[in-house]
Structure formats: structure tokens, C-alpha cells
């Protein structure tokens, strides 16, 4: 059943396949007057390439996109924004002998049984490829987001063990830019990237965290009971490929805690009303109060490993063996920051449109 | 905006709040032909009523449903089934001294911003009472579930710094019905209880962790790339109040692990394909493979304390001090079970009927 | 599958049937701060309630609303509206000789064929008594439309070969209220309510046509290309039981014009911009441009007639003959007024808030 | 808002303009296993071509289909399928003079008071050429209908005054494709093309009315109350530029009727259960009854017409005068029936998923 689309007013439809003819996305609900240049989209794209460092795939994707719709003299019009980029280096050489034996961790058998066949090229549609629909969707977003000065920035605090220490917001973006595993602790990415570089020559894999910030978010959003912003932040969140836990504020670390150190008190100044503290990541009931919100994702090791594995060949139903050749990231976290805050942003500004903060038809 | 349904085809609407007249569902998209009764609702309910225990809030509610349509000689007749709840035991005498005092970690200033208003009666719709509605939903989807076969079970894993060791999963069950406190893991049930009367005492109140399980949920659930079926999980169990994280399988551990490590191997016998084991709790590429479904999550400590607390007099504008009175659980986790086990009954319900394995008109 | 619900943003989901306990409404997505009692909701209700003249059925319903949710100090807030009337006066006996024969003209068979039952007890939810949903919906949507000065009216211009003269806008609102057919032309209202008590009398009944007009809407609303406004007034009208067309504007008539003739030339003056012909009924590429909204709906004969009709017996799978007893309308069209009115201000409320002229939150 | 998606599990978005790079849609929600090819989408997208005849308007686009997504192996995956015809034989120059002086009868001043601008170029996103999405969503659903069976064919019955005789059903589908107006009845079809040769040479245009016919929809399709299938035809039907009324069955006819004459009677034979007539079109209570679906559309004459209208000059605020030159079918009604066609066959395609008929996930 239909499942490709996400925001209620704010909609993002994505389509397309790791090795099909191209990926792209139908943003329909942007209002009507926003500056936007299939530039602004590029920039985003960019970010999230393979390609781009010793950390991630060599697979060689310019990722162009083509705006087909949507903008009129420089200026979204108001009607739907469809983007999409061509794939051209695809190889599925690689992929041949793995037909019709599923990877361990990866989606292939889960969709044999849904639809009776998978695309053994990649992955098809369960590629990480298919993110470049939240980012077109992201890209239109933060352009939306940047009307009202809000900002989404996500960086890596945790690769393996490794663990960033905590850094001052105004460096985070900063450092982000300066290494290849966009870690704003630049001590521990150094030790991070030495990491994923061994285990890449060993065949293997390694997970890590990412931790999403939104600056600016007016108190007010989310719809309770189900459509509170958490409620949808940890969706989409979750919805990334190989995101395996969402936390908000203090997350799991809240669970141990007693109320009396847990609440947020509340004091107000000449700049209006805050909390003291924000260990609730902004977001109370289910809607935003106006202090940063914070996410954290736990992410996976990358399933696609080159050591043997132990998979069932399901045409002869008998057990085997494979190894995975093709081109991968060993760690998927540098290249799903630009993911995840797409995601987020995509999230803030259906919220902010359903809200009334944006209004529906023109800015 | 609207968002009080959850579920797109299996679809639930609540209604009502904490000191109003009633609360109530309407579940829209039930096929027909389930038996059902006023019973089968009430036993679900009876598990989140208040005032059953020690560590629970001693507000004397009965919580009698009363089904006003979709039955029809016994059976669901496929229209909505409206249920409802009519509040009893109302006493807002304690919240008076709170009015224009928004309490931390609670929503009432979120709401205020939002709405310019709030109801200072125990939370108006952010109380945990709305969760009435969750129940009934979860109550009918349990019983579709239980045509399959399929159960969700809800346990206590941690209660602020104690947590269970693993239990069986057939003791699990009994195990949770022989404590107040709904923890499979007896000795550590009893510590449990006694740190929540502790706090409960001292005024104060404490956080917890809480896993759901899922079983015998067939392979092929879930519909990416946004409506993955751990993504409808994650949003449905993020919005319950009071919760900070949600984790699937490993969840944050997969973050420290390799590849090697984490991906689950596919194997092969006379039994079908499953996995040797189970790190991604059931879920590959955000479609259920056939193991159990395993997500956990994080219960922030209850903000209603009667310790001194710093807020704003929301009139005054000034700052000002209070103290909850009221009647309160000093730990939700206990009661939380069930209003999980009912949410993820509802996703995992949405979705067979989305995948086909329950047919949409009638059973 | 789920079809209980209309509206996107402004969401009515209904619920009950004929012969149930009760029926009733919840309305999702209603800003805060409108003023609202149970007496607007009643008073709707009153117009559409059966047995008030000699021209409806005898069934003596006295129809009282009860409101569950979502109104705080008299006003609404924010969150779900929930309201019921309990079934009274139910007499099922009369139906007992119909079971398992479907009648002609109902959705009996249907249903049937859909669910593998049916509710023999006057239609169940297929009978007009779900209406009152309808009409709890549309009085909410009329509070709110008053504030921006929108009013709707629906009159009876047709019934059998009987037509109504055009009436002066000013003069329907007046009139309808002074006759039982509630059509605006007096002259004809009497032959009207003439041909309908002759036809009840002899056990038959008839068709019709009725009018909708609402007024003062603003141009904008509508959502191109598949939510466009009149689109949505077709569904929602279409969608009462018996209505089997939907005119906009001059609707059929247009089909035998030519542009010249149909197109409605624009034209400013102190009062800003007009059509000086409103052929198009107020909607033009789906966006309503500022002119009164007109929508006609053909209404089919009542299919209860006391009549011999000729049927199937499910269970015997045999040609059989039924008489039909119960209490009936005769001709559904005066009643349906109220039921038209409701929906086409339950549509226009919900493009009035996507569009921004209501905000989502708060008024 | 968004409001460019139809179909609730068959979801079809579609986005592009007149004078835009591109038009597409993306289909999300077909089934796996269906054969699709490219040319199943040209086939179809072929009818609804302009400049295919002296009827229809002389912009000559080839509308040539390109295929991104959502098919492996020569049949559809389950994933969305996008389509993109790209615009080639665009000419802005004719409307340059148009800029700022809304056309009558077009949607341009109602999108001006919506968006603040509007698309002059021949009306961007409100021209007829966005039903190229429509028709790219209709042939998939065809694909789909024809391995049920299923069968939809849509025939001009009216055009201006001049009406077609009744022509038997299997004569229908033949005898349109021998004429440009395609109209089942040969001798009103060289009647009409006449009389729309002659108005186009006059400069002025003419409406017309289109019968759409679903042959073989079984029993038990719709979604009472609100998504009844004869409501969500008419919403894909009014929501068609220039439709102004929408029937069903015998439509306004019914209104003159008594219900002795309208009911259908059922009787079984060894066939199963029919009814002796079809008055209700196949419908009834928005169920399908298993006969076979007629609903007719109102088509206004196009409001493209070279003779001098009378509008007003945005910018400077005053009464002027234009003439509309460009390229325009005299007549809509020939080119319409394939969007129609196609309109028609999606909503049935999402009811029969909608209602299990057609599996979700596969076929």
C-alpha cells in the first residue's frame, strides 16, 4: 500500500530506485512566493553524494537534479516541485551473484515476502540511495525554515565507542565542515575516521549516533494526541534507513531519573518565558516550547560487509554463503546528517504550515 | 489542526479530557464480523484504571465503557465503533491554586502558547486520561490480532537506576500479573516498588523504561519508504505522554557494534527462514521479517511532584513558586503497559489490513 | 475500509445507525475560542428532526444532543468535539418481515454483498438518520462561518414535475420557513406539499431538486487540481443518500452554451472586482472567485414505498414480493435542506482553513 | 494547500504546467506483478493528444511518456511509479497581451486572489494540459482493470443542442473511434463536428456533456458515509476543468420521478442477482450493485474564444477589453473523454483495493 509520502500539508512524495532510471521527489503544499533556484536544491544534494571523502562509497554520482515544476520567474508558484536526478554510475555487475540470496541485515527478504520479488541491484528501493527524495524535500524546507531565521543542523556524537564531547553550539556548524565524519568534536572525529578507515579495510562495518538540533522553533507546534511533533520527528526519524532508536531531549537517560531533577522549571525575564533547562529537547505534551529541540538517533553498522556471511538461497531453499562485493559506506552516519536534518526540516515546516506560523498559500 | 486520529485504514479518533464529561474513540475500519463485546473493552481498560494499587494515582475511577455503535447481534458490523467513557471521580478543587501557573515538564504553557488558553484542570487533553482513548482502540485491535494469533505484551524493564535482568518469554506474561509494578523479573519488582512508595513520600517521582514485544507477527508488514512499519511504531509510542526514546531491536546499542556483529544471519529449515538472531527486533528495512518485534522506551519521571517547583504567573507576568497537590502516580510506567501494548496493537492492526493478511470489508 | 470521515483539516467523523444505541459526531480540528453551547448544536439538529410535519416520517425522535468534548468555559478548545443523541424511538417490528429480502432502491443488497450482513432494522448506518452527524458538523462549521459573515441556504426548487419560480435571495431565507416543503416560491410550495401527501397516501413517493447557496464566500478557496472546491462540494453532496446529480452554476445548462454565451465577463468598480454574470455558480478552476456559491442536487423518490415491489430472498435464492410498513419520509427533499446546508458548510470551512482565512489554532 | 493527489491507497500526485518544463505524476500504491510497459501510458496519454484532428486545438506536442520508476523486469514493483512528459511545443507569445487581464471564464483571477500571481501563459497549472497526470494515473489503472475485466469507456452524448440517440452498448466502443467528436451515434456526430467547425470559425466555442460507462465493477465497492464511491466519482469528475454537474444513473431525472418508478427490482436468475433496471446507475447508498456504473458530466463550452470580452486591467486597476488568440479546442468534449476515461478508472481501481478485490501489496 501506498507509504511514499510524508507530511499532511506539507507533502513530500518520493520515488525511484538505487539502479532505475532516476530518484526524485513531488513537494506539493510550499506555498506560493519563496526564492528558490534548482541551486538551493543542488547545495543540499551535494552534502549527502557519495563519493566525497575516504569515509564513504565510491560510487561516483554527480547527483544533478532537474527542477520540473513548480517554480515560476524565480519564485515557487504554489503548485507541486518535482526534482529529480538521473542515476548514472550504476554497476549492478556486483549485485548478479547475489540474487536471490538476501543480505543479513538488509531489507531483500522482507520484500520477497511483501511483493514476491527485490531488487537485488542495491537494494532498489530499500537503498539508502532513495534519501535524495528527503533531501529535495529538505532543501525546499530549510529554504521555508530560513524565512523565519530557523535553523536545522545535525552532526555525529558517537562512532562506535567513540564518543564527541560536548561543543559549543555556535562551533557545531562551524567544525562539522572540517572532517570527513562531520563530528563538531574535531579530536574525536580524528579518532572516528581512523575507525571507519580500518574497519572498511577489514571488510566490516560500524555504527554510530547523530544528534539533530532545530534553533528558532516558536513555541506552539505539534497536535496532540498523536500528531504531537515528537510523535512525528521520531517517524521520520525512525523511517531512515538503518535508524534503530530516536531519543528527544534526555531521552533514555530521562528513565533514571526523579522528577525533581527531570522538570524544566519555568522563569521569565525581559526576553519573555524559558526554561532553566532544557533536558525535555524542547518539546512538552507533544508541542514545541520555544527552546532548541533536540533529537538523537541511534544508527546501525552498515549491513553490506564484505566478510562472509551466512545467508538461505531461495530458489534451492538450502542454506549458504556470501560475501558482499560492491561499492558501500562503512559507516552510513557522515552521510545521514544531511538526511536527518532534511527529515527534521520537513517535519518543522508542515507543523509550522499547520500551525498557522507559515501560511498555506503564499508567504 | 486536527490530529486525534491515528491508523490509515485502521483508524482511530479520540476525544475528551482529564476533568470534561467524557472520553471516548471512534475506530473507524474495522472489518466486520469480529466478535466483540462491551467486555472485551472493558477488560483492556480495567488494566489502565486508576487506583488499583499502591503505586498508582488514587483517583477512584470505574472507567465502565459504554459502546454506543458497530455492534450488530455480537459482531462488528464494519461501521465505527464509538466507545466512551464518561469521567466520575472529578476533583479540581487541588488545581485551582495552579490556574495561570503552567507546572514544569507538564504541557500547560505549550498549550497556552498554542491555543491562548489551558485547561488547569489536570491537563485537560494532555492528561494521561486521553489514553482511555488508546485502550478502546487497542482493545478492538487486540482482538483482531488475537484471529491471528498474534500478542503484544507490554513489561517494565527498568525503573529509575533498577533494572530486570531478562526473563523467558513465557514467564514474562504470568510474571507481570503477579506485581503491581508489571515487571517480569520478581526481585527486581520488588525494589521497583519500594524506590516508587520511596519518592512517592518524598514528594518526587521517578522515570523508567518499558519493552513491547510483539509476537507472531508475519513477515511482510510495513510500507517504505515513510510508513515503515518500526516508523509508525516510533510515532505512535513517542506520542504517548511522558515518553523520551524509543529503540527497536538493539536499538541504541547497535550504535557501539560492527557489522559483523549486528547483522542477524539468515538460516533455513524445515520451519521456514528466520533469522539466528534477533539484534534488529523484527524489523529489516522498516518491513517485519518474521521474529519478534522488539521495541523499548524511555518513560520521563511523572512532573507532577509536590516538591517546591519555580514557574511564571502567566498573569503577573512575574516569576512565582508551587506545589502540585492533586493525586498523581509518582511512576507511569506501570500503567503505561497497556496504553503501549494498545498502540502498538493499533499500528501493527493498520498495517495487516494495509498488507492484506486481514481483509479490509470483513473478516 | 475507513469512509466515516469528511474533511481534510476540519475533520467530521460520524458514527451510529438507525436502529443502534445512539449517533453522533466527533469534530477534529475546530480552532479554539469560538463561542459554542449545545443549544447551536440542537438547534441545527431541530431542522432536521422527523415527525415535525405532515410531510416526514412519523418516527418521533426528539433528538437531543449531548456534547461529550471540547468546549471549556463555553468555548471550544482546540481539541476534539464530541457529540451524541441516543436513539428513543425505535420500533424494529415493522422490519422484521423484510429480513434477508433487500429492498429496491436500498443499499440493503449492497451491503450485503460487502459485509455478508446487513442491518435489516431501517438501513442501519445506510439509513438517513446518519445524517445527524452530518448536522452536528455542519452547525459547528455554521458558528464558525458566521464569523467571517458566510452564510449557506438550501431550498427546494423541484419536486416531481413541479418547479419553484426564481425566488429573491433576500425573500428564500424568509419564505422557506413559512412552508413545509421549504421551498422559497409559496405557490408552488403548495402544490408541492399537494402531490407529496397525495403520493403518501397512495403508499408511493417522489423526487426532487434542492438549491444551495452560500453566501459572502471569499475568492481563493479551493485546492486545484483534485481538491478544487467544487470537487468537494460533489463528493460531500453526492454522498447523501438519494442525491444522484450535482449541478455548480448553471451546471447541465452549460452543456448547450456557447462561450460567448456562458463565460462571465469581469468588471471593477468602487467595490472591487465582479463577474457581472455568475453562469460559473461562484467557482471557476476549482477556486471560488468571490461570488455567491451555487450547487443544485437531484434528489431520487424515497425507494420505501408501501407498494408491492418485486425482490430476492438471500436465503432461499428465490424471487419473492415485499410490502414496506415502517415510518417513512415520502419525499426526502425538505429534510435534506438541512442535511445539504450542513455539508456544503462543512467543506467550506475546511478549504477556509486550508486556505488561511481561519487560522488552524485559535480564532 | 496540497490538494494534488486522488486516491487513497492508489495514490496519484501529479504536478507540472502548461508552459513548465514538464508534467508528470507519480503513482503510489499499485500493486506488484502488474505487466506495465511504456507503452501501456503512450497508448493512452495518445487519445487525449492535441492537434490529432480539426476538433481539437493545433499545438502540436508528440506527449511522448518517459518512465523513471516503479518498474523491474517488465512489470510494476510496488514502488511508485512517476511518469514525465516533457513540454516541447510551448508559445508564450500569444498570451504576453493577456498578462494582467484575467480571462473570463479561466481560473486566472481566482488564482491572482490565491497565490498573488498567476501563470499568463496559458494558464500554467489551471490549463487543461495537467490532466496529462490524470491520464498517465488512468492507464495504469486500466492495466489494472483489465485483469478483473473491468472496462471503462467514455462517449460524447450532447454537444451544444444536438444530442445523440441511444446506441447499444457494444456499439459504443467501436463507433467512437470512427469520428473526431467521438460520439457513439454517427449521424449527431457529424452534426456536432459541424457545428464546433462553425463556431470555431466564428471565434466562439461550445459545451457539451459525457457519458462515462463502467462495464463488470463488481458488488461492494464504496465506503458509506462519506468516501461512497458514486461521491468519490464525483469528485474526480467535477474536479475536471470545465465539468459544471456531475450524474449518476438517471441523474436529474430522477428528481422528477415516483419512487414505484424509479426503484430497480431485483430477481435472481441462474446468472445470480440483478436488478430489472438500472435507474440508479450501478449505485446505491454508494455501494456498487453489480450493474454496470453510467455517470455523465456537464462540460462548459471552453472559455478560450477569440471574440472581444470584457475584463479588467489588474495593475492599473480599470475596465479593458481582450481577445484571446493562442490555440484552443472549440470543443472540449472529444478530448475530455479519455481524462474522463481515466478519472473514472482510478477512483474504481483505489475502491477495489480499498474494498480487497485487489490485493495491496501484489497481484
Known amino acids: 500500500m501506498s507509504g511514499n509520502t510524508i507530511g499532511k500539508i506539507f507533502k513530500i512524495t518520493t520515488f525511484g530506485s538505487s539502479h532505475g532510471v532516476a530518484l526524485g521527489a513531488v513537494v506539493d503544499g510550499c506555498p506560493a512566493g519563496l526564492e528558490l533556484s534548482k541551486k538551493d536544491i543542488q547545495k543540499e544534494l551535494d552534502k549527502r553524494r557519495p563519493g566525497t571523502s575516504k569515509v564513504t562509497t565510491s560510487r561516483g554520482e554527480t547527483d544533478e537534479v532537474q527542477v520540473l515544476s513548480g517554480i515560476f520567474e524565480g519564485k515557487t508558484d504554489g503548485t507541486p516541485i518535482a526534482a529529480v536526478v538521473y542515476n548514472k554510475d550504476m554497476d549492478s555487475s556486483a549485485y548478479r551473484a547475489l540474487r536471490g540470496k538476501p543480505r543479513p541485515g538488509h531489507a531483500d527478504y522482507c520484500w520477497e515476502t511483501k511483493y514476491e520479488h527485490y531488487d537485488y541491484r542495491g537494494g532498489g528501493r530499500a537503498s539508502g540511495r532513495t534519501t535524495i527524495g528527503h533531501v529535495i524535500g529538505g532543501a525546499i524546507a530549510k529554504k521555508l525554515l530560513e524565512t523565519l531565521n530557523i535553523k536545522v543542523i545535525a552532526h555525529v556524537t558517537k562512532i562506535g565507542e567513540i564518543e564527541s564531547e560536548p561543543v559549543d553550539l555556535i562551533q557545531i556548524e562551524e567544525n562539522i565542515e572540517k572532517n570527513a565524519v562531520r563530528c563538531a568534536d574535531l579530536k574525536a572525529a580524528k579518532e572516528m575516521e581512523e575507525l571507519i578507515l580500518d574497519l572498511k579495510e577489514k571488510g566490516d562495518s560500524v555504527g554510530g549516533a547523530v544528534e539533530i538540533i532545530a534553533l528558532n522553533v516558536p513555541a506552539g507546534l505539534g497536535e496532540p494526541v498523536f500528531d504531537k511533533l515528537d510523535a512525528d520527528i521520531a517517524k521520520v526519524l525512525m523511517g531512515i534507513g538503518s535508524v534503530k ?72 531453499k538450502e542454506n549458504t554463503k556470501i560475501e558482499i562485493k560492491g561499492r558501500h559506506d562503512p559507516c552510513i552516519c557522515p552521510r545521514i546528517t544531511s538526511v536527518a536534518e532534511s527529515s527534521v526540516a520537513i517535519i518543522i515546516v508542515d507543523h509550522l504550515i499547520r500551525s498557522g506560523f507559515i501560511g498555506p498559500c503564499r508567504l
Chains 1, 2, 3, 4 share one sequence.
Open 245 to 316: 532508536g530516536v531519543e528527544i531531549g534526555l531521552g533514555f537517560k530521562s528513565s533514571s531519573l526523579k522528577g525533581s531533577t527531570m522538570n524544566d522549571e519555568f522563569q521569565i525575564d525581559n526576553n519573555g518565558i524559558k526554561t532553566k533547562t532544557n533536558n525535555s529537547g524542547g518539546i512538552l505534551g507533544g508541542i514545541s516550547d520555544g527552546m532548541p529541540i533536540i533529537a538523537r538517533i541511534a544508527v546501525k553498522p552498515t549491513p553490506s560487509i564484505s566478510k562472509t556471511q551466512q545467508t538461505v538461497d531461495l530458489e534451492q
